[in-house]
C-alpha cells in the first residue's frame, strides 16, 4: 500500500513540478532572446544613421520598422524617432518595459558625412 502511495506522490508531484520547470524555462529564455533583439536594436540604430545620411529617408525608416517588427520588439511598443539637425542625423528609440517605465536609446552620427551626389 505504501508503495502504490509513494508512486501517486511522485506521478502527482512530476504532474506539478514539470511544468512548473518549464514555464521558468521559458520565461528566462525568453529574456535572453529579449536581451538580445535589445542588443541588435542598438546596431540597426546606428546602421540606420549612416543609411539617413545616403539614401531617402523613407526606405531607411520603412527597413528600421521591418527590423522591429520582425524581432519581436513590437510588442514592447517601439517608437522610433530620427531627426536631422545641420548636418547630422541623430536617432531614439523608446522601449516600453513590460513591468512599467521606459527604455530609451538616443545614438547620434558624430562626424557629420558628406553628401555623396
Known amino acids: 500500500m505504501r508503495l502504490l502511495r509513494r508512486e501517486g506522490q511522485a506521478a502527482l508531484e512530476s504532474l506539478v513540478l514539470l511544468p512548473l520547470f518549464l514555464s521558468l524555462l521559458t520565461l528566462v529564455l525568453g529574456l535572453f532572446l529579449l536581451a538580445g533583439a535589445v542588443f541588435l536594436l542598438e546596431d540597426r540604430l546606428e546602421e540606420t544613421l549612416l543609411c539617413l545620411s545616403h539614401r531617402e529617408r523613407s526606405r531607411c525608416e520603412t527597413d528600421f520598422r521591418s527590423f522591429v517588427q520582425r524581432s519581436g520588439l513590437h510588442h514592447l511598443n517601439a517608437r522610433s524617432r530620427f531627426t536631422k539637425n545641420g548636418g547630422r542625423w541623430s536617432g531614439l528609440v523608446e522601449l ?19 553628401d555623396n551626389r
Not at 516600453?96 to 558628406?114: A, I, Y
Open 96 to 114: 516600453q518595459k513590460p513591468w512599467g517605465g521606459s527604455f530609451v536609446m538616443r545614438r547620434d552620427l558624430r562626424t557629420p558625412l558628406t
